[in-house]
């Protein structure tokens, strides 16, 4: 059984400060990862996708992938109050059809003003 | 780019009734999409794989009688909800795969809020 673990929170940040948000997985084979964000009674939306072992920076968000350890993690510089929202870690299923994401549980982030 | 909709976006029926909703991709075409269900302060939960042209993969415990899933065309999708009962109010999602070479990346729609009274 495929899986993706995240630490579920709460974390609490003050607002500017560095939130950083992990998240592990089982299948040495994947590779592709993606972090959504989910607001409070609405849909996720796609904050950033990751194929490549390193780094990748878009805007205040930060993606880092390491493929030896199985970890991707999401960092969100200069905090918000409006980034208080639960994020999910996501990993295609490898499978050729029917690509079904296997989604972490989430992570609860609340940056405070 | 990489906008999905849905409609309706909130629905309120009675026991016993049939809900559609629809979900549509607008700027490309999805040869994949899927609907989720989340209940308040829980997990998105996969229902089913909706490819077009073919019959849908509902996962395990997802009754394929009762959520009809046609995916008619290469930017819409269906799910209805036969004979509604109150267990079946939830946050009903669905997502377009969208493929750009190599890399592919699921985008959801707003979601329906469905109420069964």
């Known amino acids: 059984q495929k899986e993706v673990e995240q630490n579920s929170g709460p974390l609490s940040v003050p607002e500017g400060a560095i939130a950083s948000l992990n998240c592990t997985y089982s299948d040495r084979g994947s590779q592709s990862f993606f972090w959504y964000r989910q607001y409070s009674g609405k849909s996720p939306e796609l904050i950033m996708s990751?194929?490549s072992n390193g780094d990748k920076e878009d805007g205040r968000f930060t993606a880092q992938l390491n493929k030896a350890s199985q970890y991707v993690s999401l960092l969100i510089r200069d905090s918000q109050p409006s980034d208080s929202a639960t994020y999910l870690c996501a990993v295609p299923e490898n499978a050729v059809n029917n690509r079904k994401l296997i989604w972490g549980l989430g992570t609860s982030l609340a940056v405070n003003p | 780019g990489a906008v999905v909709s849905q409609h309706p976006s909130w629905v309120i029926c009675k026991s016993g009734t049939s809900v559609k909703i629809e979900c549509r991709s607008l700027d490309f075409q999805a040869t994949t999409m899927f609907w989720y269900r989340q209940f308040p302060k829980q997990s998105l939960m996969l229902m089913a794989t909706s490819n077009e042209g073919s019959k849908a993969t509902y996962e395990q415990g997802v009754e394929k009688d009762k959520f009809l899933i046609n995916h008619a065309s290469l930017t819409l999708s269906t799910l209805t909800v036969t004979s509604a009962h109150p267990e079946d109010s939830s946050f009903y999602i669905c997502s377009a795969r969208r493929l750009a070479g190599p890399i592919e990346t699921q985008y959801f729609g707003p979601g329906t809020r469905l109420l069964v009274l």
């Open positions: 990751i194929y």
